[in-house]
C-alpha cells in the first residue's frame, strides 16, 4: 500500500482547482493513496467521489462578499468543516504529507495536529495574499495587512516544504517565509500536455471576423476591464467594427463588466462564455486570434505567473499583455508587450497583430514550442515529486535538519 497524501485547498473545488488537481493526479500515478479536502462550490456536484483514482471530499463553503467580518467567518466555517474530515481521515490511517494550498493562508491548524501524528507538511504558495490584498485596494501597513503577513510566516513556519510558483515567489519563501533555500522548490503551473489547440473548423462560428480571447477570473485585480477599454478603443477610436472578443470564466466583477461593455457601445462586441468545464477552453477560443493578458501593474501581479498567459501560448496563440516581471518570464519573445496600465497601447498592439496574421502565427508557434520544451507539466510534475521526497526526508530526520532564517 502506497504513502497517503492529503491536501486541501479552501477556495476552489477539485478539478477546477487545475493546479491542485494536477497535483492529485500526478502523485496517484506515482503510487500514492490522495485524498484532497476542498470545497463544493456548484450545485449538482457530489459531496464525496472518486476521480482519476482521488479520492475527493467536498465541504459546504459560505462565500465572503466584503469585509473583513465576512472573511472572518467563511474561513473560521471552513476550518471547522476542513478540521473534521482531516481528523476523520487520520481516524483510518496515516497521513504521510499534508499539503496546504493558498489563498487564504489559514490552514496551518488543521496541519499541526497531523503534524504531531508524523506527517509532513508542504505549503503551497499559490498567491502572494499580502500583495493580493493590496491590489484589492487594501491598505499597505495596515492591520490586515499585517495580520496577512503573520499568516503567510505562520504556514511557513509550519512547513517542512514550500513549493512556489516561480522564482519571485521562492524569493518571498526564503526571504519574507524564513525558508532555508533547500526546502524551496518552484513547480510551476505548466499546462498538461492534452492541453492543445483544436481545429477552428470545431469550434463555435465567430460573432466577428477578428476575436480576442481571454481566460481567467474576473476579479478586480485581474484587469478586465482595463480588456474591455482597450477593445472600446479598437471599435470606437480606430473605428474597427469588425473586432469582438470572448471572455471565458467568471468572478466578482463579470456584472460591472458587462455594464462597462455596455456603456462603452460594445455590447455586441463582447461575449461572456462564462464558466466552462477545462476540457471545453481549446474549442471555444480555437477562433480567437490573438489573446489578452490585461493584468495591471501591482506588487502582486508583477511577482505573479498567471495561469492564462501559459494557456494561451500552449493553444498556439499570440499574447498581448502588459510588461510585467513574471509575465516577461513566462512569454518571453512570444508575446508584445505595453506599456503598464496604458490600455490604448495594450489596444494598438492587439491590433497590430491581428493585422499580420503570418506575424501573429509565428508568435504562436513560437509559444507553443516554448511551453512543451520549458514550461510543460511533465518538468513541474518530477520537481513537485522531488519536494515530497524532501519534505519526508526532513520530517523523519534522515536529512540535515534546515534553520530557517530571514534573509535581508
Not at 158 to 175: F, L, Q, R
Not at 343 to 365: I, K, M, N
Not at 366 to 381: C, I, K, L, P, T
Amino acid at each position: 500500500m502506497g504513502q497517503r497524501a492529503l491536501l486541501i485547498v479552501e477556495n476552489e473545488s477539485v478539478p477546477h482547482d487545475r493546479r491542485v488537481y494536477l497535483e492529485a493526479r500526478t502523485l496517484h500515478e506515482a503510487g500514492w493513496q490522495v485524498c484532497v479536502i476542498c470545497p463544493r462550490k456548484r450545485p449538482g456536484v457530489p459531496w464525496r467521489e472518486d476521480l482519476d483514482g482521488i479520492e475527493v471530499r467536498r465541504f459546504p463553503l459560505w462565500e465572503a462578499q466584503s469585509g473583513s467580518v465576512s472573511y472572518l467567518f467563511e474561513y473560521s466555517l471552513a476550518l471547522v468543516f476542513i478540521a473534521f474530515q482531516a481528523a476523520w481521515l487520520r481516524l483510518r490511517g496515516r497521513i504521510d504529507v499534508v499539503h496546504l494550498a493558498n489563498p487564504p493562508d489559514v490552514l496551518f491548524p488543521v496541519a499541526k495536529p497531523l503534524r504531531w501524528f508524523g506527517a509532513a507538511v508542504i505549503f503551497d504558495h499559490h498567491d502572494l495574499s499580502p500583495e493580493l490584498w493590496m491590489g484589492k485596494g487594501g491598505k499597505e501597513g495596515g492591520v490586515l495587512h499585517r495580520l496577512l503577513l503573520a499568516a503567510e510566516r505562520h504556514s511557513m513556519d509550519c512547513a517542512d516544504v514550500v513549493i512556489s510558483t516561480n522564482e519571485s515567489y521562492k524569493e518571498v519563501a526564503i526571504g519574507r517565509g524564513g525558508m532555508d533555500i533547500d526546502d524551496v522548490f518552484i513547480v510551476r503551473n505548466g499546462p498538461a500536455a492534452g492541453f492543445v489547440p483544436v481545429d477552428p473548423a470545431d469550434a463555435p462560428a465567430p460573432t466577428h471576423p477578428h476575436l480576442i480571447g481571454y481566460i481567467g477570473t474576473m476579479g478586480s485585480q485581474d484587469g478586465v476591464d482595463h480588456l474591455i477599454r482597450a477593445l472600446g478603443h479598437i471599435v470606437n477610436e480606430r473605428g474597427r467594427r469588425d473586432v469582438g472578443a470572448i471572455l471565458v470564466g467568471g468572478g466578482s466583477e463579470v456584472p460591472t463588466l458587462t455594464a462597462l461593455a455596455g456603456e462603452l457601445g460594445l455590447s455586441d462586441h463582447v461575449k461572456f462564455a462564462g464558466v466552462v468545464p477545462h476540457a471545453d477552453i481549446p474549442r471555444l477560443l480555437a477562433r480567437a486570434r490573438v489573446c489578452v493578458s490585461p493584468d495591471p501593474a501591482s506588487p502582486f501581479n508583477h511577482r505573479s505567473t498567471m495561469i492564462k498567459t501559459m494557456e494561451y501560448l500552449a493553444l498556439e496563440k499570440p499574447v498581448v499583455a502588459y510588461d510585467l516581471t513574471e509575465t516577461r518570464v513566462t512569454a518571453g519573445d512570444c508575446g508584445l508587450y505595453a506599456e503598464p496600465d496604458n490600455w490604448e497601447e495594450l489596444g494598438d498592439l492587439v491590433l497590430e497583430l491581428l493585422d499580420d496574421p503570418d506575424r501573429a502565427s509565428t508568435l504562436g508557434r513560437a509559444g507553443r514550442e516554448r511551453m512543451a520544451r520549458d514550461f510543460g507539466w511533465d518538468r513541474s510534475a518530477a520537481v513537485l515529486l522531488a519536494a515530497y521526497e524532501r519534505a519526508l526526508a526532513v520530517r523523519s530526520g534522515s536529512t540535515p535538519s534546515t534553520v530557517k532564517q530571514t534573509i535581508p
